[in-house]
């Protein structure tokens, strides 16, 4: 027996493969033909989509062609393999026919032995080893084509009706050979490899993207014809792509293609549109959302498209969040996609920086963003502190001796802190960080979408609710004081109210430290060992690069001692020593809270009502650069200082 090989199988298969190859080659003339009779009056954003389409079904059919011509070759070589095995095993079976002779002759004849081995000497058995087969392996990929203006929407586009249909005839009447030729190939290729087991292969594929490349065909068949229809309804040879586009869109297939890579080449209207005639691919993008790094506008296509059927705002809440969210994230180059607090602050300062660098840009445009202002300008404060967490181990040692013996043993705990004590104290920083933004840029961008519409939509995809960690009840009364704060905001730049400006903004900040971060506070406080310890020097190192504001521990007022270097002369001749340690941990809410609310956040609205310019400057400023400054090593001279102080007394 020889080699599992169909023989008439592969021949059939290489047959049908080198005829593929011919009728692909041979349809370049009157595909070109085709092309050129719908390019003759074909002009602007369209014609270079039809044009770079062309291009690509050329430059795809030449490669599927010689895919045919390398089939057939491998199987043609797989034949040859076949055949040459086939022989080695007819010489080793007919060899072993002979010894078989020898050795019965061997065993019954007198000389036998000695003719036996004579005979041997000069038919030794084939030694050449057995032939290994190549695989059949066949590579052919189809690409999906762009049939939107995408950027190109505000251009005009033109042509002759009549030329697009004379291309789409005779496209579809070519796509029709291809389809039948790759049908006759794939029967081939499934009757060889189920008889021909011997040669290994490689998958399918090559075919099924043959075939999709086919479809990519057909659509480029339909979609000229509904260019032809549009220019035909409009009784003109001149159309806008926008209009081109929602013409299109709907004949646009789904078949074979990513829904997501399809919205990326359409503006929000035309993917609007586009879903709409596919409200399967719709409903599965609303329950399986695009991953974070895709473009707004597919975000926004798809949010449009729920609006358009009057979906509940909770069914597409994570869209609709995704949607602000990288809208925000556009304007200032963020990456959304790699935004994982568990990489560490070093591997995020694009993200961190460009967060403040949203806030700044908020303000600037509208100064009646007060939040936004006095984010950008504590949020350096705040990620230095996260980046000198490092360091900390070793500040300890510095500035424990200024501090009173009774926080002894906090810093001889925070100087023994473990690597991992570090990296999860700065991930639930970088996890406070990133919920900020991801909560204020959510809101801010709602009300540059719509005004008071998009809170209202917030509020009603329960976007606006309290931290996840909080009661339903809680939660309702987060949104409620979410949405009141926004209408004050939007009520005091409607009527000139600085006041209610100033409370929507001052409701906004109370959110971010109660709502969005105090979980994140709780968990470090009550971290083993470490968390009390921890939360308590946050308060002592810790301040506000804003002008007019105290540590905590100056706020608190400090504790001071009276030294009288001359006793026995009246009066006190000597120093008032004053130390700003706080007394209560920062991380607690109401001591935060109270902080910010009588000192940090006065201060902040002092600056920018009394010197809006200074603000502005600030706010401005370079945001890499005021993180560098805010580091530990940069001002720590300024720590000791504001750590005492020392009033010389002489009466």
Known sequence: ???????????????????????FTGQSGARRGAVETAMQEFRGGYAELFRMASVTESAERGRLARAMDDLAQQVERAKQQAAEENRRLDEVRAWEGREADRDERRRTQPLGPVVSDIEELFDPRPSEPAVRPSTISVAFTASQRTRTSSGNASGTSSAKPDALRS??????????????????????????????????????????????????????????????????????????????????????????????????????????????????????????????????TVYSAIVQAERAREADPVDFATVL???????????????????????????????????????????????????????????????????????????????????????????????????????????????????????ASTMHEAYLDTGMDGITELRAAGLLAGGADQSPSEQAVSAQYAEDAWNDIDTGMRTGSQDLVDRGNGALLYREQHDTIQRQYNTMRDHPVTGEAFTT???????????GTKTLGQYEGGTSVTVDAMPLVPGVQGVTETVYIPSQNLSEFPVRWDYIEHDTLPAWQTLAHDDPERARELVAGSVPDRIQDRRLDHRLGDLVDDLHDTEFRWR
């Not at 169909?6 to 593929?20: F, K, V």
């Not at 700044?360 to 939040?371: C, I, K, R, T």
């Not at 308060?539 to 804003?546: H, K, L």
């Open 167 to 296: 291309f789409a005839t005779q496209s579809r009447s070519c796509n029709t050979t291809m389809r039948q030729h790759l049908e006759e190939v794939a029967d081939a290729w499934t009757r060889f490899t189920s008889s021909s087991s011997w040669v290994p292969v490689g998958g399918s594929g090559f075919l099924d993207n043959g075939s999709r490349f086919v479809d990519e065909n057909e659509a480029d068949v339909t979609w000229m014809e509904h260019v032809a229809a549009a220019f035909e309804h409009a009784g003109s040879g001149t159309l806008t792509n926008h209009a081109l586009d929602l013409a299109v869109a709907a004949s646009l297939t789904t078949q074979g293609q990513d829904p997501v890579e399809v919205l990326r080449h359409m503006d929000a209207d035309v993917g609007a549109a586009w879903l709409a005639a596919h409200p399967e691919v719709l409903d599965a993008l609303v329950t399986t959302p695009p991953a974070w790094g895709t473009p707004s």
């Open 537 to 547: 020097v946050l308060g002592i190192v810790g301040d506000a690069s804003i002008p």
């Open 1 to 23: 027996m020889g080699v599992e090989f169909d023989e008439a199988a592969a021949g059939a298969l290489i047959r049908a493969a080198q005829s593929a190859d011919g009728a």
């Open 321 to 439: 969040q995704r949607m602000y969210v990288s809208r925000a994230a556009e304007k200032v180059g963020i990456d959304m996609a790699t935004w994982d607090t568990g990489r560490g602050a070093q591997a995020l300062l694009g993200q961190v920086t460009g967060s403040y660098q949203y806030y700044a840009q908020l303000y600037l445009d509208n100064p009646d963003f007060m939040w936004a202002g006095m984010a950008n300008l504590v949020g350096p404060d705040f990620a230095a502190g996260f980046l000198d967490l490092h360091s900390m181990r070793d500040h300890i040692g510095e500035v424990a001796p200024l501090l009173p013996p009774s926080l002894r043993p906090l810093t001889d705990v925070l100087a023994d802190m473990g690597d991992d004590e570090i990296a999860f104290y700065e991930k639930t920083f970088l996890d406070m960080q990133k919920g900020i933004f991801l909560d």
